[in-house]
């Protein structure tokens, strides 16, 4: 499993990776977080976060399922397509 470089702010800056891959490793899923700083925090994926996976090319490997969106309350997945769903509450999860 492979760090990405921190964004800087919200922005999130991947290394190469053409067709999918980072060197000879295939991606097969991403995340960021979205750690709660105030109550008008956006927690949702942003439109910026559903277009930069959709739009993205290099994101269509076959085994690419998406990417997460770990917030405070719940966590998301953005289809590579772009279509976004709430998977489970953060909570939840992680007390599991
Ligand atoms: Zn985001």
Redesign the pocket.
């Known amino acids: 499993m492979a760090r990405w470089p921190k964004g800087d702010g919200?922005t999130?800056i991947l290394p190469p990776h053409h067709d999918c891959k980072i060197g000879e490793d295939e991606i097969v899923a991403s995340f960021?977080?979205?750690p709660n700083t105030g109550s008008d925090f956006?927690q949702e994926?942003?439109e910026?976060?559903k277009r930069a996976v959709r739009d993205d090319l290099d994101l269509k490997g076959d085994n690419y399922v998406g990417e997460f969106?770990i917030s405070q309350d719940a966590i998301y997945l953005i289809a590579p397509n772009g279509e976004t769903r709430e998977l489970t509450d953060t909570d939840t999860y992680f007390e599991e």
């Open positions: 919200n999130i960021h977080t979205h956006l994926p942003s910026t976060d969106v």
